[in-house]
């Protein structure tokens, strides 16, 4: 009955808020209002502890770890999938940061320290160091993860100071995988899914840059480089593919400002998206989602959300003809959020977490 309680709590939460202002704009930028803070945190605190539907992507080298996803994923069973749970745990820490006062804290806190605990961690390293599933989650969990420990070790708190600590081992465990994955891919990976290499990279970088981890942020520059300085012509005509969330073009576009000189990306970014400082003819024209029901599908959401992301950061880095990026910036947004929680599951477990970051990301 609690947990019933609980949930009709949030359900109700959800929809008292659901028609309050997500958004507000600032210096030609949207940014997160107090109030969609409130409505977008209900999202994965509804999943983080939900432990069906989810799908799982362990291999199983005999019967041990069979049975529910909570016995080999105590941390990040919830939200039907392991990133997504790292993901949402993600986004209600840079929630409680920015808006210390939400409503629901005292829950976001409850949740947060009994699944992030100490023993769980260890028991999530675990898999990891199994020989047939050291590449589970690569890039993309892997890069969120380290953005979670990012947020932690930013948040003057208490609950941050002890969570970071737990996450310690994990986070230090991927930057060691990562650095070691980096010297031995031939090329790069360009896709609009998980697997996306300048994704992964640029939350990586962001997460090296506040840890002081030198050697991964040495890694990704080196790697950085070797894939992406001498890219010209990126063909976006070819975007977006049906599945995707990301796009190949921007998010390497997006990386690349942090590892090159402000000059030299000036120059990279005219060579690489020519077509982007044409407000006539736009180089990226919002995605259409025709089934928010199908997992797949509505990963095109999740793509406006990331396009718009990326070209704010672009936009602020790319010397002249801001404006012109920025309106696309916020084109895309605007587009995709009244999209976010739209009632159905297979949007919503993840969704937030884009919508959070594109109205929140400092660059």
């Known amino acids: 009955m609690k947990g019933i309680s609980l949930l009709l709590c949030l359900c109700s939460f959800l929809t008292g808020v659901a028609q309050m202002p997500l958004y507000e704009e600032k210096n030609g930028q949207?940014?997160?209002?107090?109030?969609?803070?409130?409505?977008?945190?209900?999202?994965?605190?509804?999943?983080?502890?939900?432990?069906?539907?989810?799908?799982?992507?362990?291999?199983?080298?005999?019967?041990?770890?069979?049975?529910?996803?909570?016995?080999?994923?105590?941390?990040?069973?919830?939200?039907?999938?392991?990133?997504?749970?790292?993901?949402g745990h993600w986004m209600?820490?840079?929630?409680?940061?920015?808006?210390?006062?939400?409503?629901?804290?005292?829950?976001?806190?409850?949740?947060?320290?009994?699944?992030?605990?100490?023993?769980?961690?260890?028991k999530e390293i675990q898999?990891?160091?199994?020989?047939?599933?050291?590449?589970?989650?690569?890039?993309?969990?892997?890069?969120?993860?380290?953005?979670?420990?990012?947020?932690?070790?930013?948040?003057?708190?208490p609950l941050a100071a002890q969570l970071r600590q737990n996450i310690a081992p994990l986070a230090f465990y991927f930057s060691n995988a990562y650095r070691d994955f980096l010297k031995k891919i031939a090329y790069p990976i360009r896709v609009?899914?998980?697997?996306?290499?300048?994704?992964?990279?640029?939350?990586?970088?962001?997460?090296?840059?506040?840890?002081?981890?030198?050697?991964?942020?040495?890694?990704?520059?080196?790697?950085?480089?070797?894939?992406?300085?001498?890219d010209k012509n990126c063909p976006a005509s070819w975007e977006p593919g049906g599945y995707d969330f990301l796009s190949p073009c921007l998010e390497e576009a997006d990386l690349m400002w942090r590892i090159l000189p402000a000059d030299a990306y000036a120059?990279?970014?005219?060579?690489?998206?020519?077509?982007?400082?044409?407000?006539?003819?736009?180089?990226?024209?919002?995605?259409?989602?025709?089934?928010?029901?199908?997992?797949?599908?509505?990963h095109l959401d999740g793509l406006n959300l990331s396009r718009a992301w990326c070209l704010y950061g672009i936009a602020k880095h790319c010397g002249q003809q801001q404006e012109t990026v920025r309106a696309l910036a916020t084109l895309h947004l605007k587009a995709a959020l009244p999209h976010v929680a739209s009632g159905d599951y297979a949007g919503e477990h993840w969704l937030a977490t884009f919508a959070v970051y594109a109205l929140t990301v400092e660059f």
């Open 30 to 87: 949207l940014r997160l209002t107090t109030e969609g803070a409130a409505h977008l945190s209900a999202l994965p605190l509804k999943c983080m502890q939900h432990e069906f539907p989810y799908k799982t992507g362990i291999v199983y080298t005999d019967s041990s770890s069979l049975g529910a996803p909570k016995t080999y994923h105590p941390a990040f069973y919830g939200c039907y999938d392991w990133h997504s749970s790292v993901h």
């Open 192 to 230: 609009g899914e998980h697997t996306n290499l300048a994704f992964g990279l640029r939350l990586a970088w962001d997460y090296a840059v506040t840890a002081r981890d030198t050697a991964l942020q040495s890694s990704i520059r080196s790697t950085a480089m070797r894939f992406y300085v001498n």
């Open 92 to 122: 209600l820490v840079r929630l409680l940061k920015m808006y210390p006062q939400l409503p629901n804290a005292a829950l976001i806190r409850q949740k947060l320290g009994e699944n992030l605990s100490q023993e769980n961690i260890r």
């Open 267 to 298: 120059k990279w970014i005219r060579e690489f998206l020519p077509g982007l400082f044409d407000s006539s003819t736009p180089l990226f024209t919002v995605a259409t989602v025709n089934d928010r029901t199908d997992g797949k599908l509505v």
């Open 127 to 157: 898999l990891f160091r199994n020989k047939e599933n050291k590449g589970f989650e690569r890039i993309y969990g892997w890069s969120w993860l380290l953005q979670l420990q990012q947020e932690l070790v930013t948040w003057n708190d």
